[in-house]
T-cell receptor, first 114, second 113 residues
Framework: DGGITQSPKYLFRKEGQNVTLSCEQNLNHDAMYWYRQDPGQGLRLIYYSQIVNDFQKGDIAEGYSVSREKKESFPLTVTSAQKNPTAFYLC?????????????FGSGTRLTVV | GQQVMQIPQYQHVQEGEDFTTYCNSSTTLSNIQWYKQRPGGHPVFLIQLVKSGEVKKQKRLTFQFGEAKKNSSLHITATQTTDVGTYFC?????????????FGTGTRLQVTL
């Protein structure tokens, strides 16, 4: 089955440590995205990539970094510079235009920093 | 920057009642999409609207895109407990930034028997 896989589902880290969230898709989608969702809130765009080896900052990129070395993979690193990293992180993918079937989301990673 | 607001933030209905959520953009949109996120889950794509004044139906769900392409609504007729979740609209600007959606703030729907 085609889909998008995020791992791990739950992640605990100590304050000051960098952590990398995995996102893999086998949908042959060109574009991939990272969103952050805080309790009771909407989705805020962190980074997005429309093609391999290229990515752009979203609305809340500070304290995060990404890479897009392969079409299938778009890992997100939450650095120690992110002031409030505890959140639900969602990865999504779409065709280049994203206008046919919308975005496909992964099941998310709940990050807790203590 | 572009903002997409939804109202209400939260609505609690009894099963069988109707429900409507409204989505308003500060800028004209090329298209709008709707997603549903069940509690503890991830957003799932429901539908896309492209044309001014477009209306689409999916069983008990009716989606509308405003004439000015700056607002949209989702109406659920005779809600069921399976409708529980948060409904998000997501709009794409008319120009520039292809493939980037701006998500609305979401409306959380609670349905009780």
């Amino acid at each position: 089955d085609g889909g998008i896989t995020q791992s791990p589902k739950y992640l605990f880290r100590k304050e000051g440590q960098n952590v990398t969230l995995s996102c893999e898709q086998n949908l042959n989608h060109d574009a991939m995205y990272w969103y952050r969702q805080d309790p009771g809130q909407g989705l805020r765009l962190i980074y997005y990539s429309q093609i391999v080896n290229d990515f752009q900052k979203g609305d809340i990129a500070e304290g995060y970094s990404v890479s897009r070395e392969k079409k299938e993979s778009f890992p997100l690193t939450v650095t120690s510079a992110q002031k409030n990293p505890t959140a639900f992180y969602l990865c999504a993918s779409s065709t280049r235009t994203g206008t046919d079937y919308g975005y496909t989301f992964g099941s998310g990673t709940r990050l807790t920093v203590v | 920057g572009q903002q997409v607001m939804q109202i209400p933030q939260y609505q609690h209905v009894q099963e069988g009642e109707d429900f409507t959520t409204y989505c308003n953009s500060s800028t004209t949109l090329s298209n709008i999409q709707w997603y549903k996120q069940r509690p503890g889950g991830h957003p799932v794509f429901l539908i896309q609207l492209v044309k001014s004044g477009e209306v689409k139906k999916q069983k008990r769900l009716t989606f509308q895109f405003g004439e000015a392409k700056k607002n949209s609504s989702l109406h659920i007729t005779a809600t069921q407990t399976t409708d529980v979740g948060t409904y998000f609209c997501a709009g794409r600007l008319s120009t520039g930034t292809a493939s980037k959606l701006t998500f609305g703030t979401g409306t959380r729907l609670q349905v009780t028997l």
